[in-house]
């Protein structure tokens, strides 16, 4: 019996995909700063959610969920740029830009919707003070009821405005990226 024979072929990886510049010249391009806008407004809605006492848990922790994290992964996609680190990963990087920036578009919009409607909740119509010095509450017309001061309030409509910034910032990302993976 005798071994197999050893395969001839040759296995190669076919070299990066990439058309953003390496190195600091990224930033002189629209991605780099949108990367950068999307860092500097995803940081901003990340401290307003966490200064503001958190009304209602289960939507605006999702928000700084989406908020933290994105905010750290782009922070490292733009430091593997920054670095030159692209030229030294063979993978598709103009497909990888598309699909982390459409990612993170999804979940942006889910948090923005989110923090939008905690916002929107900050009514009070359903406190009655009665004749004789009695709170009561009658029946909410919503299925969210916040109770934020007036500077809670602000700091949340803040974060909501800048939830939408981000989000449309993700969207030019994707859409440039869809652009570029295309050619």
């Not at 017309?141 to 449309?168: L, P």
Request: charged residues 10%; neutral net charge; aromatic residues 14%.
């Amino acid at each position: 019996m005798s071994a197999a024979p050893a395969s001839t072929a040759a296995t190669s990886f076919p070299a990066p995909v990439v058309t953003l510049p390496v190195g600091p010249e990224v930033l002189r391009t629209y991605s780099g700063a949108l990367v950068c806008l999307e860092i500097f407004f995803g940081g901003l809605v990340w401290i307003l959610v966490a200064s503001a006492n958190v009304a209602v848990p289960l939507l605006q922790g999702w928000v700084m969920f989406v908020s933290l994290s994105v905010f750290v992964c782009s922070s490292a996609y733009l430091a593997v740029f920054l670095l030159g680190l692209v030229d030294r990963i063979d993978t598709d990087w103009n497909f990888l830009d598309m699909a982390y920036h459409f990612g993170a578009l999804l979940f942006y919009f889910g948090a923005f919707v989110l923090e939008a409607a905690t916002t929107a909740a900050h009514r009070h119509p359903f406190l009655n003070v009665t004749s004789s010095g009695l709170l009561c509450l009658s029946q909410p017309s919503q299925n969210i009821i916040t109770f934020m001061d007036e500077r809670q309030y602000q700091i949340n409509v803040a974060a909501t405005v800048f939830a939408f910034v981000v989000t449309v910032c993700y969207g030019c990302s994707t859409f440039m990226g869809f652009k570029r993976w295309r050619k």
